[in-house]
């Protein structure tokens, strides 16, 4: 078993409470995988006390010497690649194929990052008159904090973290209480990498506690979140008042289309990659397919033949498709959504229970799970699931397609399968979705493009990932230079 500490101004420190919280293997809950301090308000304030203590000296650094820091870290970080893909799958439960994947992200998000240290700067913008300067300068904010979920839980805090540090911002991050194990392996590179003391702390902790102390202290000028949107909501309501710059990324309930023109044996395999991989615990996920009536019946066939292939069990055992459900309630939550589902007179094909033969019953293991002849108004057509459950509707054509789609208030990622070119451009422009992609799978991300969602998927304001992602990280300061006089 690991242990844990707070990482406060440059140190590991217990909490001062002195209160303990462990996290357990999914895939076997007899293996507890690493116990951790638990922070509460006292240890929330001494860090943003920290970061703001270490703020003017870390925002005077040049930004070439701060990338220096982010790209060593990333070196770091590839150098632990296979022990931190291990400690991945044991805590959260994908894959090892898919935490490998994951902690490259983290590597390449450091190495992005520190490689766009070369370029950030203002504007030169012409002014009217002679002998006239007029430039543009990026600032940092401040005291950032970050807030994180279990699902990507290195490659959220790092591509929130690179930038905030980059701009010059000093951050208080919490990761999820889930799987907090990589984003204080996050802190360790960092800090072996040089960063100083006080401009990343990372405290562990109860997620309520930790939003209440940064809602009221006057350091923080950022916070950015990734989560629920009922935990997003609420934070977004607490912060209103001081006015605090606040970034949203919440939940989805990404459709792939499936036109008749499409090649279904790559709609399903789209499909099936973008509704069970991971486990289906992504917010990009699959988890609605909405296909044209002439081909559904052939469609669903099909995906039912694949989800039959799938492996499910211990993400660290070769040859596992499927890895545990993260929790007993996101477990629990999945089968729920299967009954319900057939209560509201959708049919179950395929899949739809626990798995407890063997080994697995140590575990939170789920069938891969279609369930069809969903309609658009059903709780399994509007509501995000979060588990390997793919529900499939029937339309009529692509204009009703493009209205089922578009019928819920998120909006993150949205897929079309189809060879009609047309059809494919008209959806780029009408999909409401942050992330539309063609012939393509919903989940999946470049890390040098923007990402965010519209509607309640997000506040939509600035976007994360990529170099615009520092945006949300400075403030633009406008400089007018007469040298005419
Ligand atoms: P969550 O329950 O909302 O938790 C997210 C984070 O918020 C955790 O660190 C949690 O801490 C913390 N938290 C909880 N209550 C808080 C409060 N009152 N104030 C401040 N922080 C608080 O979400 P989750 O279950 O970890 O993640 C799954 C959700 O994230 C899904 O809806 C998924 O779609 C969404 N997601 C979105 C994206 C995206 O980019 N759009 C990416 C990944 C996931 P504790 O763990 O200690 O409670």
């Known amino acids: 078993m690991k242990q844990y500490s707070l990482f406060l101004n440059g140190q590991w420190a217990p909490s001062t409470s002195a209160g303990t919280f462990s996290t357990r293997n999914p895939a076997d809950l007899r293996e507890v995988v690493a116990e951790y301090a638990a922070g509460g308000a006292e240890d929330v304030h001494a860090a943003l ?39 991945l799958t044991r805590e959260e439960g994908k894959t090892l194929a898919e935490s490998t994947g994951e902690v490259q992200r983290a590597v390449d998000i450091f190495r992005f990052f520190g490689g766009l240290s070369y370029t950030v700067g203002g504007q030169t913008i012409p002014h009217d008159l002679p002998g006239n300067l007029l430039l543009t300068k990026r600032e ?26 980059l701009a010059g911002n000093t951050v208080v991050l919490k990761p999820a209480s889930q799987a907090p194990a990589l984003a204080l392996e996050l802190a360790r590179a960092l800090q072996e990498a040089g960063l100083p003391a006080g401009a990343l702390n990372v405290i562990t902790g109860e997620g309520r506690a930790f939003g209440n102390s940064i809602a009221v202290h006057p350091a923080v000028k950022a916070v950015s979140f990734t989560g629920s949107y009922a935990v997003g909501h609420g934070l977004y309501q ?33 499909v099936a990659r973008a509704g069970f991989g991971l486990t289906g615990q992504a917010c990009t996920a699959t988890s609605r397919v909405i296909v044209e009536q002439s081909v559904a019946a052939a469609f669903t066939e099909k995906l039912v033949s694949k989800a039959r292939t799938w492996k ?18 996101q477990l629990q939550g999945n089968l729920d959504y299967v009954s319900i589902a057939q209560n509201e007179g959708a049919r179950l094909v395929t899949g739809g229970r626990r798995l407890t033969d063997g080994d697995l019953a140590h575990g939170l293991f789920m069938e891969p799970t279609v ?21 499939v509707i029937a339309v009529a054509d692509f204009t009703e397609a493009l209205s089922v789609a578009n019928g819920l208030d998120v909006g993150l990622s949205a897929s079309l399968v189809t060879r009609d070119f047309k059809r494919a451009l008209e959806y780029v422009d009408k999909i409401e979705a942050g992330v539309v992609k063609v012939n393509q799978i919903s989940t999946g991300l470049a890390l040098q493009a923007p990402f965010g969602g519209v509607k309640q998927s997000s506040t939509d304001t600035f976007r994360e990932q990529g170099a615009g992602a520092l945006d949300f990280y400075t403030r633009t300061k406008t400089v007018y230079l007469d040298y005419s006089v």
Do not use: H
Not at 65 to 80: C, D, N, P, V
Not at 312 to 329: F, K, N, Q, R, Y
């Open 140 to 165: 940092a904010l401040g005291v950032v904090c970050l807030i994180t979920p279990w699902n990507f839980p290195i490659a959220i805090p790092a591509w929130k973290l690179a930038p905030a540090l």
């Open 371 to 391: 369930i069809d002849q969903v309609t658009p108004s059903m709780r399994i057509a509007r509501e995000e699931v979060f588990g390997p459950v793919i529900a």
């Open 49 to 87: 006390e920290a970061a703001r203590t270490a703020f003017p000296k870390w925002a005077a650094t040049t930004v070439v010497a701060r990338g220096r820091i982010l790209s060593k870290a990333s070196q770091l970080l590839e150098s632990r690649k296979a022990e931190l893909a291990e400690l």
């Open 238 to 270: 607490a912060l209103a008042p001081r006015m605090v710059r606040t970034q949203l990324e919440m939940g989805g309930k990404n459709p792939t289309i499936v036109l008749e023109d499409a090649d279904l044996d790559l709609a399903v395999n789209l």
């Open 312 to 329: 499910v069990g211990s993400g660290l055992t070769t040859g596992v498709d499927i890895g545990p459900a993260v929790s007993e309630a």
